[in-house]
């Protein structure tokens, strides 16, 4: 009987815990993007889980930013592992 007044209280820790640290270990891994986004000279905008990458540009720039979205999609890649 003792292991189960026990048991909700390890739950509720175990809950609690995985609540607090699951955004926190994604921030921690998802830190480094930025640094790679930088490093394409391309810039980013985050709100929670959620990134968005943009680059402003003259239209007759156009292949030179693909090329440069492409070469950070590669080293996004290599990032990633």
Do not use: N, R
Request: glycine fraction near 4%; include cysteine.
């Amino acid at each position: 009987m003792l292991l189960l007044s026990v048991l909700p209280v390890h739950c509720y820790l175990l809950t609690y815990l995985l609540t607090v640290l699951g955004p926190l270990l994604f921030l921690l891994y998802a830190a480094e993007i930025f640094d790679v986004i930088a490093s394409f000279g391309l810039s980013s905008h985050t709100y929670a889980d959620d990134s968005q990458l943009y680059i402003s540009v003259l239209t007759s720039e156009l292949q030179t930013a693909a090329a440069q979205l492409a070469a950070f999609v590669k080293g996004l890649d290599q990032w990633m592992g």
